[in-house]
């Protein structure tokens, strides 16, 4: 019997999963307190040019009892986080602190250039409110295996606000840490005057064709005319809302009149991949979609999903997903954010022999669309599988397989997913402007382009 008194039990065989076991004082002093320690003293001593990170910049969790969190606009969980300036939506940040207990978050937001480098801006230049503010809204798991506490932040609020458009990083802080930065969310603000049109096409690379997808588009600044977007206008396209795939610093091609032309014939090109993999983790009570079994333990239940089949031959079938994101949510309670248990899902992937020269992972939003090492796969020679449990809080996921060199932070989805042009893909695009002698990057746009079988 494993240590944590679960036992696994087979997908196309047993034998793997036999063996696999591995109150609130007053906020006003409490955050200028806070912020002193940090900006000043001992551990907390903090200072963004002299001890730049660029992890600290990036979507990043540091503590690993850290988990699910969520930012997102009010009303989409799974949406791009992203808000008007001075607009009545707000951004909402969730997560979950599986220590359990209640403890003293603080948050914080950071002006960053089109880079994502902290700009040359002061803050309060850029936030309507203390630089640090307490995370008072908690609440305790309700009738979970697993217990935990639950917090949430919604941005802006009335003690705080962004005050300029531009890229954003949402940083939440434990000063009783030596390292008391918890985890980084990047989110943008912008201002809604330039429009854009475009299309998602073949690449006109003919070994590019099938697998890749092009993005053409354009800018009118009908309703705000620049005086030399040329130098000024800069575009980011990114994939999906997915920042490690996103392609930046792209200036315009030509100026017609009232339109910005984006259209290079061949250079904004992405790898089109593949829908996501579903995982339905909404109940424990019967198999959903792709579950094999579920076992129900003293400290957790085990969902084993159903063996996977690697999909980069194979031709385009519609699947609808949520381009990796994730939905809390279960079905037998209400309130899924503090009655959803956090259960065991058993992943297992066919492969005739192992990737010697690759490490293989699961990849989702779960994950920040990134290899991570909790993440990582083994190998059993002796079924031909690739596997892995994971921890999850029960909702529905997206995920995909990836490879990647061992040590390298590069990867891609050729070996078990491939490529193909038909794949539904949401492109946003991100129009930063920075006129001669500013200081920052604002954000004067935002589009959404979308493939039109979606």
Same mark, same amino acid.
Not at 291 to 298: A, D, G, L
Not at 394 to 420: K, P, R
């Given at each position: 019997?494993?240590?944590?008194?679960? =036992?696994?039990?087979?997908?196309?065989?047993?034998?793997?999963?036999?063996?696999?076991? *591995?109150?609130?004082? =007053?906020?006003?002093?409490?955050?200028?307190?806070?912020?002193?320690?940090?900006?000043?003293?001992?551990?907390? @001593?903090?200072? /963004?040019?002299?001890?730049? %990170?660029?992890?600290?910049? *990036?979507?990043?969790?540091?503590?690993?009892?850290?988990?699910?969190?969520?930012?997102?606009?009010?009303?989409?969980?799974?949406?791009?986080? @992203?808000?008007?300036?001075?607009?009545?939506?707000?951004?909402?940040?969730?997560?979950?602190?599986?220590? /359990?207990?209640? !403890?003293?978050?603080?948050?914080? $937001?950071?002006?960053?250039? @089109?880079?994502?480098?902290?700009?040359?801006?002061?803050?309060?230049?850029?936030?309507?409110?203390?630089? =640090?503010?307490?995370?008072?809204?908690?609440?305790?798991?309700?009738?979970?295996?697993?217990?935990?506490?639950?917090?949430?932040?919604?941005?802006?609020?009335?003690?705080?606000?962004?005050?300029?458009?531009?890229?954003?990083?949402?940083?939440?802080?434990?000063?009783?840490?030596?390292?008391?930065?918890?985890?980084?969310?990047?989110?943008?603000?912008?201002?809604?005057?330039?429009?854009?049109?475009?299309?998602?096409?073949?690449?006109?690379?003919?070994?590019?064709?099938?697998?890749?997808?092009?993005?053409?588009?354009?800018?009118?600044?009908?309703?705000?005319?620049?005086?030399?977007?040329?130098?000024?206008?800069?575009?980011?396209?990114?994939?999906?809302?997915?920042?490690?795939? /996103?392609?930046?610093?792209?200036?315009?091609?030509?100026?017609?009149?009232?339109?910005?032309?984006?259209?290079?014939?061949?250079?904004?090109?992405?790898?089109?991949?593949?829908?996501?993999?579903?995982?339905?983790?909404?109940?424990?009570?019967?198999?959903?979609?792709?579950?094999?079994?579920?076992?129900?333990?003293?400290?957790?239940?085990?969902?084993?999903?159903?063996?996977? %089949?690697?999909?980069?031959?194979?031709?385009?079938?519609?699947?609808?997903?949520?381009?990796?994101?994730?939905? $809390?949510?279960?079905?037998?309670?209400?309130?899924?954010?503090?009655?959803?248990?956090?259960?065991?899902?058993?992943?297992?992937?066919?492969?005739?022999?192992?990737?010697?020269?690759?490490?293989?992972? $699961?990849?989702?939003?779960?994950?920040?669309?990134?290899?991570?090492?909790?993440?990582? =796969?083994?190998?059993?020679?002796?079924?031909?599988?690739?596997?892995?449990?994971? *921890?999850? *809080?029960?909702?529905?996921?997206?995920?995909?397989? /990836?490879?990647?060199?061992?040590?390298?932070?590069?990867?891609?989805?050729?070996?078990?997913?491939?490529?193909?042009?038909?794949?539904?893909? %949401?492109?946003?695009?991100?129009?930063?402007?920075?006129?001669?002698?500013?200081?920052?990057?604002?954000? $004067?746009?935002?589009? !959404?382009?979308?493939? !039109?079988?979606?």
């Amino acid at each position: 019997m494993p240590e944590n008194g679960r =036992m696994s039990y087979g997908v196309t065989t047993s034998k793997i999963l036999l063996r696999f076991q *591995k109150n609130r004082i =007053m906020r006003i002093l409490v955050s200028l307190f806070f912020l002193l320690n940090l900006t000043f003293s001992g551990p907390f @001593a903090f200072n /963004a040019e002299a001890q730049f %990170d660029p992890n600290h910049y *990036k979507d990043r969790i540091f503590q690993e009892y850290i988990k699910s969190v969520l930012l997102y606009p009010s009303g989409d969980q799974v949406g791009f986080p @992203a808000i008007p300036l001075n607009g009545n939506r707000q951004l909402v940040l969730r997560f979950d602190d599986l220590e /359990a207990d209640v !403890k003293r978050y603080f948050y914080t $937001i950071v002006h960053c250039d @089109a880079d994502w480098i902290p700009s040359q801006i002061e803050k309060s230049e850029y936030i309507d409110g203390f630089d =640090m503010e307490e995370i008072m809204d908690y609440e305790f798991s309700r009738g979970t295996i697993v217990p935990y506490t639950h917090y949430t932040v919604r941005i802006p609020n009335r003690n705080f606000r962004p005050l300029v458009s531009g890229n954003y990083v949402l940083q939440v802080y434990d000063p009783e840490l030596r390292n008391p930065l918890v985890f980084s969310r990047r989110f943008v603000v912008y201002e809604p005057r330039l429009s854009t049109s475009g299309e998602i096409v073949r690449p006109a690379n003919v070994t590019l064709s099938r697998t890749h997808q092009e993005v053409n588009f354009t800018v009118s600044q009908k309703n705000f005319n620049l005086d030399n977007p040329m130098d000024e206008l800069r575009a980011c396209i990114i994939q999906n809302g997915w920042w490690h795939s /996103a392609e930046c610093s792209i200036s315009p091609r030509y100026v017609s009149g009232d339109i910005i032309n984006f259209d290079y014939r061949g250079r904004i090109v992405f790898p089109g991949g593949r829908n996501f993999r579903p995982m339905d983790l909404r109940t424990t009570r019967f198999r959903s979609e792709r579950v094999h079994s579920i076992e129900h333990y003293h400290d957790g239940v085990e969902i084993v999903m159903r063996t996977d %089949d690697n999909r980069s031959r194979r031709s385009f079938s519609t699947i609808y997903d949520f381009n990796g994101r994730f939905v $809390i949510e279960n079905r037998e309670h209400s309130h899924p954010h503090i009655t959803s248990d956090y259960v065991f899902p058993f992943l297992t992937l066919r492969s005739s022999m192992p990737i010697y020269d690759h490490d293989v992972f $699961i990849v989702g939003g779960f994950s920040d669309m990134e290899p991570r090492p909790e993440f990582r =796969m083994e190998f059993d020679d002796e079924e031909g599988l690739y596997f892995r449990e994971l *921890k999850l *809080k029960q909702g529905y996921y997206d995920y995909v397989y /990836a490879t990647s060199h061992a040590g390298s932070d590069a990867f891609d989805f050729d070996e078990f997913e491939g490529n193909l042009f038909e794949t539904l893909n %949401d492109y946003y695009v991100l129009l930063y402007f920075r006129p001669f002698g500013s200081r920052f990057d604002r954000i $004067i746009g935002l589009g !959404k382009l979308t493939n !039109k079988q979606r």
